[in-house]
């Protein structure tokens, strides 16, 4: 179903060894250290908070699995006049004069899209996975319920309602269901929840997993959208450690006349590198599907809506829906990443990311970890280190002091909430991309397995284990982060690229 897109030729002067995407050659150095010789001219400060970024980079142990490193060809890609440009429109129909060459940029990014994920239509103006995700909510209130207002009304457009139809349309647009998977089992806070205005847009209900196993319990699911008749069923996540069966999702969805939206913004490289395929693969399942591009697709930082033709008119309503002008310059980097993405590599990646994350948590079990759902199967590992006697917030923290940086996460029905929680979500995309094997991963769990039962819980006068404060031996920390550096040695960050 996807249109033709030319081959992307690979150059020739690009090898296929494990940290391609990050080793840069000589001109990658000139091109880096001229533009902060530019930027240091007008503003020092920033050029040095620029260069003192890539050094952090290179020496932290980067574990954050929403969390990766853009080439040097997307980075450059950013920094340019294409940044200028006012493009409100799309491709070929823009209301503002001078659009060739984002058309251009535009038109490649949804090209190598469409292709890379076999999709009808791709949208590549979201600035975040947040605006897609709006996008996606709005195009499918707009196919679903303002469309057919419309046709009852006999209007072709909305500024054609009365006062009285147009206010009916609003109470309807505001009356509509959301199913999405629950924050506490790894769902995404614009999947419905109040604190997001998606949570205010919409009447939510959530599903999530057996506590027996962790995984999805889609009967129960199927039992709440038969019950609840949502508009809209979303799947997709940011801490579920396991495969999604889109397939079923798609039934279920069908069953009580519900679209599909599969927010893939975590693992979309890995449907990129064809790992998540068949029945896990979203894009031949889901009538709408959103992501970013910066997490495991490792893109620049910003959102891409991709659906099926008869979403395609409504998507492309972003802006003015919930959008203004699109960035162009990111644009330009999309294309240049998802032509990285199309690259035999990128599948080579892909695997790469999931080959990790399963050693990693083999080496957490073996060392006596609690891992939610018991492993994974994808990019990352949910650990419970209440085993440890550790909050999330602790263990996240006694990490970091030892140069391990995770984040912490609530794990299902989790006693210390969502600001302590029990959890600490440990992702493989970056140190993949940084060339990090299966062997590298097990020393990365005896490290931070070693930093977990070193740590203890304060206690405070009253006898009670503190949830933030905590006790970790320095000459520990130090220990481990000198291991972590030394680990890192062998793999080094954009090795051409020398600014000091
Ligand atoms: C990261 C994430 C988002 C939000 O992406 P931003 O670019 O930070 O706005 C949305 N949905 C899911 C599932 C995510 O993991």
Same mark, same amino acid.
């Given at each position: 179903?996807?249109? @033709?897109?030319? @081959?992307?030729?690979?150059?020739?002067?690009?090898?296929?060894?494990?940290?391609?995407?990050?080793?840069?050659?000589a001109?990658?150095?000139?091109a880096?250290?001229?533009?902060?010789d *530019? *930027?240091?001219a007008v503003? @020092?400060?920033?050029?040095?908070?620029?260069?003192?970024e890539?050094?952090?980079q290179?020496?932290? &142990?980067?574990?954050?699995?929403?969390e990766?490193?853009?080439?040097?060809a *997307?980075? &450059?890609?950013?920094?340019?006049?294409?940044?200028?440009?006012?493009?409100?429109?799309?491709v070929?129909? /823009?209301?503002?004069?001078?659009?060739r060459? $984002? #058309?251009?940029?535009?038109?490649?990014?949804?090209?190598?899209?469409?292709?890379?994920?076999?999709?009808?239509?791709?949208?590549?103006?979201?600035?975040?996975?947040?605006?897609?995700?709006?996008?996606?909510?709005?195009?499918v209130?707009?196919?679903?319920v303002?469309?057919?207002?419309?046709?009852?009304?006999?209007?072709?457009?909305?500024n054609?309602?009365?006062?009285?139809?147009?206010?009916?349309?609003?109470?309807?647009?505001?009356?509509?269901?959301m199913?999405g998977m629950?924050?506490?089992?790894?769902?995404?806070?614009?999947h419905?929840?109040?604190p997001?205005?998606?949570g205010?847009?919409?009447e939510?209900?959530?599903?999530?997993t057996?506590?027996?196993?962790?995984?999805?319990?889609?009967?129960?699911?199927r039992?709440?959208?038969?019950?609840?008749?949502?508009?809209?069923? *979303?799947?997709?996540?940011?801490?579920?450690?396991r495969?999604?069966?889109f /397939?079923l999702m798609?039934?279920?969805? #069908?069953?009580?006349?519900?679209?599909?939206?599969v927010?893939?913004?975590?693992?979309?490289?890995?449907?990129?590198?064809?790992?998540?395929?068949?029945?896990?693969?979203?894009?031949?399942?889901?009538?709408?599907?959103?992501t970013t591009?910066?997490?495991?697709l490792r893109? @620049? /930082?910003?959102?891409?809506?991709?659906?099926?033709?008869?979403?395609?008119?409504?998507?492309?309503?972003?802006?003015?829906?919930v959008l203004?002008?699109?960035?162009?310059?990111?644009?330009?980097?999309?294309?240049?990443?998802?032509?990285?993405?199309?690259?035999?590599?990128?599948q080579?990646?892909?695997?790469?990311?999931?080959?990790n994350?399963?050693?990693?948590?083999?080496?957490?079990?073996?060392?006596?970890?609690?891992?939610?759902?018991?492993g994974?199967?994808?990019?990352?590992?949910?650990?419970?280190?209440?085993?440890?006697?550790?909050?999330?917030?602790?263990?996240?923290?006694?990490l970091?002091?030892?140069?391990?940086?995770?984040?912490?996460?609530?794990?299902?029905?989790?006693?210390?909430?969502a600001w302590?929680?029990?959890g600490?979500?440990?992702?493989?995309?970056? &140190?993949?991309?940084?060339?990090l094997?299966?062997?590298e991963? #097990?020393?990365?769990?005896?490290?931070?397995?070693?930093?977990?039962?070193?740590?203890?819980?304060? $206690?405070?006068g009253?006898g009670?284990?503190?949830?933030?404060?905590?006790?970790?031996?320095?000459?520990?920390?130090e220990?481990?982060?000198?291991?972590?550096a030394?680990?890192?040695?062998?793999?080094?960050?954009?090795?051409?690229?020398?600014?000091?």
């Amino acid at each position: 179903m996807a249109s @033709p897109v030319p @081959p992307v030729s690979s150059s020739p002067s690009t090898s296929p060894s494990a940290s391609a995407a990050v080793s840069s050659n000589a001109t990658a150095d000139t091109a880096f250290r001229s533009a902060l010789d *530019v *930027v240091r001219a007008v503003e @020092p400060r920033v050029a040095d908070a620029i260069g003192a970024e890539i050094e952090d980079q290179r020496a932290s &142990l980067k574990l954050i699995a929403s969390e990766n490193y853009a080439s040097p060809a *997307v980075l &450059l890609a950013m920094g340019n006049w294409l940044s200028d440009k006012y493009a409100e429109g799309t491709v070929g129909r /823009r209301f503002y004069a001078g659009c060739r060459n $984002v #058309d251009t940029v535009e038109s490649l990014a949804a090209e190598h899209a469409r292709a890379l994920f076999g999709a009808q239509h791709a949208y590549v103006q979201p600035h975040s996975g947040i605006d897609a995700n709006l996008v996606a909510f709005w195009a499918v209130l707009s196919q679903r319920v303002e469309s057919p207002a419309l046709r009852r009304a006999e209007a072709r457009h909305v500024n054609d309602l009365s006062e009285q139809e147009w206010a009916e349309l609003r109470a309807e647009l505001g009356n509509q269901r959301m199913l999405g998977m629950s924050l506490d089992t790894g769902g995404h806070l614009t999947h419905g929840f109040r604190p997001n205005i998606s949570g205010k847009m919409f009447e939510q209900r959530s599903y999530g997993t057996d506590p027996a196993t962790g995984l999805i319990d889609y009967d129960a699911l199927r039992a709440t959208a038969r019950e609840f008749r949502p508009l809209i069923l *979303v799947a997709g996540y940011s801490a579920y450690p396991r495969l999604v069966n889109f /397939r079923l999702m798609r039934e279920i969805a #069908d069953e009580v006349g519900a679209t599909l939206m599969v927010d893939m913004a975590h693992f979309a490289g890995l449907v990129a590198g064809k790992v998540l395929t068949g029945d896990f693969d979203p894009v031949p399942h889901a009538q709408i599907v959103t992501t970013t591009t910066h997490k495991s697709l490792r893109g @620049p /930082r910003g959102g891409m809506v991709l659906c099926d033709d008869a979403l395609a008119e409504h998507v492309d309503r972003g802006c003015p829906m919930v959008l203004g002008g699109p960035l162009p310059h990111v644009m330009a980097a999309k294309a240049v990443a998802f032509a990285e993405a199309r690259r035999p590599e990128f599948q080579d990646y892909a695997r790469r990311v999931v080959d990790n994350a399963q050693a990693l948590a083999e080496g957490l079990l073996r060392r006596g970890a609690t891992l939610v759902t018991g492993g994974t199967d994808n990019h990352l590992v949910l650990a419970d280190v209440s085993g440890y006697g550790l909050t999330g917030r602790q263990a996240e923290a006694a990490l970091l002091d030892s140069g391990i940086v995770t984040n912490r996460n609530a794990v299902p029905q989790d006693p210390n909430g969502a600001w302590y929680t029990s959890g600490v979500r440990i992702g493989t995309p970056a &140190l993949t991309t940084r060339g990090l094997g299966t062997a590298e991963m #097990d020393e990365v769990a005896e490290l931070i397995d070693t930093v977990l039962r070193g740590t203890t819980a304060r $206690v405070s006068g009253g006898g009670e284990p503190s949830k933030a404060q905590y006790e970790l031996d320095p000459a520990l920390c130090e220990a481990i982060a000198r291991r972590g550096a030394d680990l890192l040695a062998g793999f080094p960050l954009y090795p051409g690229i020398h600014l000091g």
